[in-house]
């Protein structure tokens, strides 16, 4: 079993940066693959990033490459997502989820966080 806790979500302007860490207590987070996923009001959940066990391989959704960036601290039990250069269209609830593989579709993932809102203003 793994519990995780995603914090960093706030509010900021458009072209502004926030940091999301998303905190994994059980079994260690190097033990999963570990995902971003976003949710805007309204819309189906976006796949937004990914990494491997050990951090050595990430995956983008298209929307936000190039402007994200995921890690992982294994030594932490920790994952980031570092958002840059925040739209508007980024405004979503973000959640973390860890599972067996690196992938974008969602039911691969075995454990979600709460979610951690993000609003950016034009």
């Known amino acids: 079993q793994a519990q995780l806790v995603e914090s960093g979500g706030g509010s900021v302007q458009a072209g502004g940066s926030l940091r999301l860490s998303c905190a994994a207590s059980?079994?260690?987070?190097?033990?999963?693959?570990m995902g971003w996923f976003r949710r805007a009001p309204g819309k189906e959940r976006e796949f937004v990033a990914a990494?491997?066990?050990?951090?050595?391989?990430?995956y983008y959704g298209n929307s936000v490459k190039d402007r994200f960036t995921i890690s992982r601290d294994n030594a932490k039990n920790s994952v980031y997502l570092q958002m840059n250069t925040l739209s508007p269209e980024d405004t979503a609830v973000y959640y973390c989820?860890?599972?067996?593989?690196?992938?974008?579709?969602?039911?691969?993932?075995?454990?979600w966080g709460q979610g951690t809102q993000v609003t950016v203003s034009s």
């Open positions: 989820a860890g599972g067996p593989t690196m992938t974008s579709v969602p039911i691969e993932y075995i454990y």
């Open positions: 990494t491997n066990r050990d951090g050595t391989i990430t």
């Open positions: 059980g079994r260690t987070s190097g033990s999963y693959a």
